[in-house]
């Protein structure tokens, strides 16, 4: 079961990825809203991530207080999803620095989920 999850899993980010390049660069870039399917898509992919990521943590017996690199992952999550509001929502340089944040949030929490550790140095 594992196997198959951690497959869904690694699917659904790298879909949630593009989704977030493709309507952050639309945004940036064209003045009429995006559809209604580019809108809805990213949540219901985003849920169905955090859904696989849970089972994961559950089916591996992780614990976010014991497997620090998976609590930092989380604290990564968070961020991301706060920068990538902002990201979306803002104009100027609140909302280069926001994706900026977002970006690199993901590319943490990439990191983070490949070597297994929090710290990156």
């Given at each position: 079961?594992?196997?198959?999850?951690?497959?869904?899993?690694?699917?659904?980010?790298?879909?949630?990825?593009?989704?977030?390049?493709?309507?952050?660069?639309?945004?940036?870039?064209?003045?009429?809203?995006?559809?209604?399917?580019?809108?809805?898509?990213?949540?219901a992919v985003d849920t169905?991530?955090?859904?696989?990521?849970?089972?994961?943590?559950?089916?591996?017996?992780?614990?976010?207080?014991?497997?620090?690199?998976?609590?930092?992952?989380?604290?990564?999550?968070?961020?991301?999803?706060?920068?990538?509001?902002?990201?979306?929502?803002?104009?100027?340089?609140?909302?280069?620095?926001?994706?900026?944040?977002?970006?690199?949030?993901?590319?943490?929490?990439?990191?983070?989920?490949?070597?297994?550790?929090?710290?990156?140095?």
């Amino acid at each position: 079961m594992y196997p198959i999850v951690k497959q869904i899993h690694v699917w659904l980010v790298l879909i949630s990825i593009t989704l977030f390049q493709f309507r952050y660069w639309y945004f940036k870039f064209r003045a009429q809203p995006v559809g209604q399917v580019v809108r809805i898509l990213p949540h219901a992919v985003d849920t169905l991530l955090l859904i696989t990521g849970v089972s994961l943590a559950v089916l591996a017996l992780l614990n976010p207080l014991v497997a620090t690199w998976l609590g930092f992952k989380l604290i990564a999550l968070l961020v991301y999803i706060m920068a990538g509001t902002l990201a979306m929502k803002k104009s100027g340089s609140t909302q280069w620095v926001s994706y900026l944040l977002a970006t690199l949030a993901v590319l943490y929490m990439l990191w983070t989920a490949i070597h297994k550790t929090a710290w990156p140095w």
